[in-house]
């Protein structure tokens, strides 16, 4: 399995992904301070960092998935 890109656009993805991953590290380290986070009935203190990598991770696990469950509907 080669995971190397091969044309432009892969080489112009591989960059803006690097790109985007940089900003969001930056950004999830500059805010490290606790916070309350609530979700329906359940709420939790802690890090605004461990908060944001969660958020991160879903919203990542979601767009992966995404287009595989639309696909098997179809």
């Known amino acids: 399995m ?3 890109p091969t044309t432009t656009a892969g ?3 591989l960059i803006l992904s690097a790109v985007a ?3 969001l590290i930056i ?3 500059q805010n490290s301070r606790t916070v309350e986070v609530s979700f329906i009935i359940a709420s939790v203190e802690t890090r605004l960092v ?5 958020a991160a991770v879903l919203g990542l ?3 992966l998935l995404w287009p595989n469950l639309r696909r098997r509907r179809e």
């Open 2 to 4: 080669n995971l190397r």
């Open 11 to 13: 080489w112009l993805r």
């Open 21 to 23: 991953l940089l900003l």
């Open 27 to 29: 950004f999830i380290v």
């Open 50 to 54: 461990w908060a944001l990598l969660f």
């Open 61 to 63: 696990a979601i767009g």
